[in-house]
Every structure is written in structure tokens, then in C-alpha cells.
T-cell receptor, first 113, second 116 residues
């Protein structure tokens, strides 16, 4: 299929470890977004990319969270020194340039023990 | 600032009866509005969108929504519920963050249960 893909689909880690979550957007989509879905918090915006740059990082909850995008395509969200409150589903979405409709991947379910 | 309120956290209907999921929005300008559906352990799938064209919007799987500016509402309806409609539904308003870029503001979701 040609949709947004994310890996891994599930990740279990120990508190204090670093994790990397990957997103492959739809080919040709220049905008890429990361969201977090957790119980009690709903869906929260984390960061968006336009090409390889991130004009809006306002949703990143702490400096343990970072993201990059290379080649205008794949993006990686990194969480350092994970905490139990980081447990959530991390969703990635992409859209065509200057288009409002976002298309979502299946998410990565992160559990921090 | 944009915001969106989904009035019901849970809705239960019997199979074959109508579905109504309510959404109200707040916006300083004419917004774009979306409904997404999320089945268990799946990502979000676009059901339909309103972007200032026709106020009655038809989507996939028999769903439709009507944009009512005077009521600041964008309720989602379906004439006859099917078991496969059981899922969580999110109303979304799109917030323009700068030229050509948009950020989604999500409602808190409505979990639809369909009874046999």
C-alpha cells in the first residue's frame, strides 16, 4: 500500500532507556506531523516538519523528546531516558504541501515499564 | 484560538438505528473541519471533511455531517448503524499555524457502541 507506515508497531522498554520511533510518510507528502495519544490526555500535537525543517516544535513535552527528518521523507522521533508517563500511542501523519488533510499511520504503541 | 468539543464521550445505539455524534467548534475564522474514525489498535481513518464548500458533507461508509455556522456545530450522522461502525470517532478543526501549514486540534473522542 501507499499509506503512512510506522515502525515498530509495538515497543516495550525499561524506564531510563532511549527509544526511536520511525515514520515513513506517503510519497510526495512534504508535511509530516507527530502526535501522542494517551489515556486522559487525548490526542496531542508534538511536532511538524515541512521538508526537513521543523518550524513548530511547541508540542514536545520535554527536552528528552526530539525528532528529525531526512531527505524530506523518513522521520524519527527519539525519546531519551524514557519515563512511565511516556507510555502512549505515537501517531504520525503526512499531508501534501499547503493541504489541510492529514493521513495517519497505524501508530507505535510504547510501553515503558 | 481554535477548539473543538465533542459533547458525548460514549454513545450506544442498536444496529439498524440512526447514529448521531455531536461536535461543536470555536474558531476565529471559517474553519476546516474533519471527522476521523479509529478502530481498536488502528490508526485514524478520514471519514469526511468540510472545507467551505457544500455545508452537507458526505463521507465513506454512509456517514455524513452538516456544517452549521450559526450553531458552530459539525455533527456526524448515519441513518442506520452497522456492527462494524463500533469505534472511536474524533472531530478535528484545522488551525492555520503559518502560511500554508496547518495543525490539527482534536476533540476528546466519542466511543460508539453498536448493540446487536
Amino acid at each position: 500500500g501507499a499509506g503512512v507506515s510506522q515502525s515498530p508497531s509495538n515497543k516495550v522498554t525499561e524506564k531510563g532507556k532511549d527509544v526511536e520511533l520511525r515514520c515513513d510518510p506517503i510519497s510526495g507528502h512534504t508535511a509530516l506531523y507527530w502526535y501522542r495519544q494517551s489515556l486522559g490526555q487525548g490526542l496531542e500535537f508534538l511536532i511538524y516538519f515541512q521538508g526537513n525543517s521543523a518550524p513548530d516544535k511547541s508540542g514536545l513535552p520535554s527536552d528528552r523528546f526530539s525528532a528529525e527528518r531526512t531527505g524530506g521523507s523518513v522521520s524519527t522521533l527519539t525519546i531519551q531516558r524514557t519515563q512511565q508517563e511516556d507510555s502512549a500511542v505515537y501517531l504520525c501523519a503526512s499531508s501534501l504541501e499547503r493541504q489541510e488533510t492529514q493521513y495517519f499511520g497505524p501508530g507505535t504503541r510504547l510501553l515503558v515499564l | 484560538a481554535q477548539s473543538v468539543t465533542q459533547l458525548d464521550s460514549h454513545v450506544s445505539v442498536s444496529e439498524g438505528t440512526p447514529v448521531l455524534l455531536r461536535c461543536n467548534y470555536s474558531s476565529s475564522y471559517s474553519p476546516s473541519l474533519f471527522w476521523y474514525v479509529q478502530h481498536p489498535n488502528k490508526g485514524l481513518q478520514l471519514l469526511l471533511k468540510y472545507t467551505s464548500a457544500a455545508t452537507l458533507v458526505k463521507g465513506i461508509n454512509g456517514f455524513e455531517a452538516e456544517f452549521k455556522k450559526s450553531e458552530t456545530s459539525f455533527h456526524l450522522t448515519k441513518p442506520s448503524a452497522h456492527m462494524s461502525d463500533a469505534a472511536e470517532y474524533f472531530c478535528v478543526v484545522s488551525d492555520k499555524v503559518n502560511t500554508g501549514t496547518y495543525k490539527y486540534i482534536f476533540g476528546t473522542g466519542t466511543r460508539l457502541k453498536v448493540l446487536a
